[in-house]
């Protein structure tokens, strides 16, 4: 234990219960004390600072031997006088209104320059690294029942002063209002969220317990200022709630915090998969708002987070550094507390799953994204295995098939859970017989090949970014398709669109006009949006759906793969639930039969082999004007 004697003279440093100190004659005891009074509780290791003159007493820190007999340890402060040797055995007991009549609890070895924030010694009088004058005028507490910033805040209990600032323990005197969608709690006049804009009218109304500091000096609440000034609005983060200046004696200045009290991250375990996963996410959420605010933790994940009563983790203020830092530390250890949580429910492959995604990327939201997907697909139904179909027809008025299609099916288990992946994509190739079949091909094999290695990643149990995937892969289909028709000094192009069909997710890519639907509850829906002439009228407001369908120039696309050097590739994500069919096709069956039809023939036909037969047939009795393709799949429960 580290112990410190301060006195207006001399300071001694005691090291161990049996370090010898003798102080000088002055510094005798001016009463003696009761060795029989109750020992001063205190946790262990403290400072205490005089705030009062001892009238030459000097004390030092130390345990009392007779508590562990009781099964305790205490610290006491020991009055020595000039005949005293300290040592472990000869300890006289401070009480407790001694104590807190004169002696003010110090947590730091250290003063912070209110200018720069640096770290000075704490007798330094001024900063070694700005000049700034250290020296804190010392203010008159407020009383009880102080109000403060026109009367919002009322005083209840006086803390303490630390470094020249005063702590109050307060309460607003009007409710803060809490948004019923991010849960973030805003200024009682606060119409709309201050983090994600809802309304909030008729939101839960908080009564929130504040703690309020108090300076001279602006500067000396710095970093208060500074937190606030980010607007760190998130429901995870105990941001300073305000700032101001007010008058209740002279010119003072004011931070308001939450009041946070709470237990630390290392003493908290998970009940269940459920709730790791959901502090996982929260917390990954929260860092990445704070790295977006150029802010970050002051010390290690273990000292920065806290958990209420109710479960819920939050970051206290004081846990926050006003200015970016590297967050990879922070990153590794919320993954090895995300794996204890885990293995303490034992979820084995889900703490596996865990460690690969925070070893895999150091995006923040990228994480919080695929913790809130496995949340979400923990008790969904999981694809543990999918039927696909596909057909592809010449139709009636064409020679030559110039469309292609994909499908790459997939499984991983590990510990009695399986999981299903499945890769589909069709291509509509244009350029006449010697053009299109190239591209379309083409287009097909470099797609497949450049997602080869998110694949293989996802089989060995790690969580890919497979939009990211997707999109890299039809860029590069478009570098290759375009090179090729470079070469061959024609017009080849194709269109793409493909789908990725993994646990409870359906990951859509689109370029050009081919489709990608989703049956869902009954209900067929495009998911792909068509990059097209007509489309272009009907987003404009020009043209009705319906009138797009029969418009003389509806061939006329806007996106294709190999047509320039680089394309625009179409993102689409969508929830997949057991039973759910995912429909790929070409405008060879659309500009045959519409939606309705389509729909019609899934509810109907159960079996996927069927169910692509007739549609194929059903576009070929309309008319049969281009070539058709067909792509469909279902993701079904085993047994």
């Not at 596996?352 to 994204?369: G, M, P, Q, V, Y």
Request: net charge negative; aromatic share 6%.
């Amino acid at each position: 234990m580290r112990s410190a004697l301060l006195h207006p003279c001399l300071r001694f440093i005691l090291r161990g219960t049996d370090s010898l100190v003798k102080p000088p004659n002055f510094c005798q005891p001016t009463r003696p004390l009761d060795s029989q009074s109750d020992p001063v509780h205190l946790p262990s290791p403290q400072r205490y600072r005089r705030c009062q003159n001892w009238e030459g007493e000097v004390f030092a820190e130390h345990k009392w031997s007779a508590n562990r007999e009781m099964g305790k340890s205490a610290i006491v402060l020991e009055p020595l006088s000039a005949a005293t040797t300290v040592r472990s055995s000869s300890v006289k007991i401070v009480t407790t209104d001694m104590l807190m009549e004169r002696w003010t609890k110090m947590e730091t070895d250290k003063i912070l320059c209110p200018n720069c924030g640096t770290e000075n010694r704490t007798d330094a009088k001024v900063c070694a690294q700005c000049g700034k004058d250290l020296s804190q005028p010392t203010l008159e507490p407020l009383p009880e029942g102080a109000l403060l910033n026109e009367r919002r805040y009322e005083i209840v209990a006086f803390l303490g002063t630390r470094d020249g600032i005063n702590e109050y323990r307060a309460e607003r005197t009007e409710p803060y209002k809490r948004c019923p969608h991010c849960r973030t709690l805003n200024t009682p006049d606060s119409n709309f969220c201050e983090q994600c804009g809802s309304e909030l009218a008729g939101a839960e109304a908080v009564s929130l317990k504040v703690r309020v500091r108090e300076a001279a000096s602006a500067d000396a609440l710095w970093r208060e200022r500074a937190l606030y000034e980010k607007g760190l609005h998130h429901p995870l983060i105990a941001a300073p709630l305000e700032i101001f200046t007010d008058t209740p004696y002279d010119e003072r200045h004011y931070a308001v915090l939450p009041e946070v009290e709470g237990t630390p991250l290392a003493q908290v375990e998970a009940d269940d998969a459920d709730t790791a996963l959901a502090w996982a996410k929260d917390l990954s959420d929260a860092f990445a708002h704070l790295q977006m605010k150029g802010v970050s933790l002051a010390g290690s994940l273990a000292e920065s987070v806290l958990f209420a009563d109710d479960g819920t983790p939050f970051i206290p203020t004081d846990a926050l550094r006003p200015e970016p830092s590297d967050w990879t530390a922070v990153r590794r250890e919320l993954g090895e507390a995300t794996r204890r949580w885990l293995m303490g429910v034992q979820e084995a492959t889900l703490a596996e799953r865990i460690s690969h995604l925070f070893a895999s990327t150091d995006d923040w939201a990228k994480i919080a994204k695929e913790l809130e997907a496995l949340l979400t697909g923990l008790h969904a139904p999981t694809p543990l295995r999918l039927s696909i179909a596909s057909a592809t027809d010449v139709g009636r008025r064409r020679e030559h098939n110039e469309d292609s299609y994909l499908t790459m099916h997939f499984e991983r288990c590990h510990l009695d859970q399986a999981e299903a992946l499945a890769v589909l994509a069709v291509a509509d190739g244009m350029g006449g017989h010697a053009a299109g079949e190239v591209a379309s091909k083409l287009c097909l094999q470099t797609f497949a090949t450049s997602l080869l290695d998110a694949i293989k990643q996802w089989l060995q149990f790690a969580e890919p970014d497979w939009a990211q995937a997707l999109q890299q892969a039809a860029k590069e289909a478009n570098r290759q398709v375009f090179a090729e028709a470079q070469r061959m000094r024609n017009n080849m192009g194709t269109t793409l669109v493909a789908a990725l069909l993994v646990g409870n997710r359906a990951i859509f890519a689109n370029v050009g006009d081919s489709r990608g639907y989703l049956l869902q509850g009954g209900k067929l829906r495009q998911v792909t949006k068509d990059h097209s002439y007509v489309q272009q009228l009907v987003d404009a407001g020009l043209l009705t759906p319906e009138q797009a369908r029969h418009h003389p120039q509806g061939n006329i696309i806007t996106q294709a793969i190999g047509i320039e050097p680089t394309v625009q590739v179409d993102i689409f994500e969508e929830p997949l639930r057991d039973g759910d069919l995912v429909l790929l096709c070409s405008d060879g069956l659309v500009d045959m039969i519409d939606d309705a039809d389509i729909e019609r023939v899934l509810l109907m036909e159960t079996d996927l082999r069927r169910a692509v037969t007739t549609l194929v047939q059903l576009a070929n009795e309309a008319g049969g004007d281009d070539n058709i393709t067909v792509v469909l799949a279902r993701p079904e429960r085993a047994g």
